[in-house]
């Protein structure tokens, strides 16, 4: 029994290691994380049965298109901090309980089922999927639910042996993990009866349902980017004010000789439009220490944002600048400036142009160059050739 604890509490950190990537990714401790975890994300990448792991499904480095996406999103911050409130709210019963001897906690949040403390790192963690959708975290999230009904049942094994009839009575009028009446019509479902069956048909459909709404709301959410296409050349702009801009101009500024000489010559290629001071764009290219977050030991504001002002660091320079030291350029503070910085595609279908192949999961990404221009005049400010990889290294990032 002590070496499956052990077992189960590995598992369980390995999962809020993983799952807590994004809050290191701007902590001074990247470099060391990425030291361990990368070699697990390029692994992954190496095969085309495993590499959609290290993808993402929803959307991260661009505003949310459409409100349905934008509700999810701040629904992941709602999720998040209201599930860690209330278990913490639930620890400090069963504390206070403990301390004052005062036995089991039966009342509160404890009268509704017998483990909400589960219930809640079950939004904690689902909350946290939405806020770094990194597909591989989810699937770690439907592991973390076998590993808290393994555990709550080990729980109840012990607290019957404590506690005995007091216990079982209150096993008789209170849910697992939903109210017992819920509970109860579910039980109706019909199923074998070998007492192992119901738990394992229920997490692989809990499985199937997990990874298939996930790639279900990641075609979804590819489908309604605001993406400008010409030819090989689609561009994706951060913010959706600006597909009007890239409609009227784009195709002018892919006509400038210091772009059209650097645009790769075959190929799908993929530009992102977006404010020249874009927090975020360390995630596409390595295009200025500025914007390697990690860097910046300003951790706890921008986790803040992060989690409670879901959009500002989607907003430029009017974003999370004010928490970092930016060496802004003295043309970017017209409105109409923005850095385009183009990434040559391949895997997937290379003859492809359409949204669904651009952002495939198995297509591989490269930095290329990027260009600073006043949209409204025409006027180039700046080029800069790229080198491979994003302000992180090879770890892989979000695509939108």
Known sequence: MTRSRSVLATAILLYFVMALEVLVMVSPFAAFFYAVFNPVLLYLARWQ???????????????????????????????????????????????FHKLARRGPALGGLYAWVRHPQYVALTLTGLGLAILWPRILTLLLWTVMMAIYYALARDEERRMLGAFGEQYRSYMARTGMFLPRRL????????????????????????????LGGALALRAYTVSRLPLWSEGRVSVLPVLAADAVMLQHRMSEVLEMPEVASRLPQSGPVLGYFVPVEYVMQGMIADTDPAFRLYEHHRTMPMIADWIFHPFRHLEGAHGMAHHLTLAASPSAASQSVRRIIFIQLSGGDDGENTPSHLFALGATRVPEFFVDVDVHTLTLLKVQELGPGTGWGRVPTPMF
């Open 183 to 210: 509970e109860a019509l579910l039980q109706r479902v019909p199923c074998p009866r070998a007492a192992w069956a119901r738990p394992v048909i229920a997490f692989g459909l809990f499985l199937a349902f997990t």
């Open 49 to 95: 049965s495993t590499r959609w792991l290290a993808g993402f499904f929803l959307p991260h480095m661009v505003m949310p298109p459409g409100v349905f996406l934008k509700v999810l999103r701040v629904t992941g911050s709602v999720l998040f901090v209201g599930g860690a409130l209330v278990f913490l709210v639930c620890a400090g019963q069963v504390y």
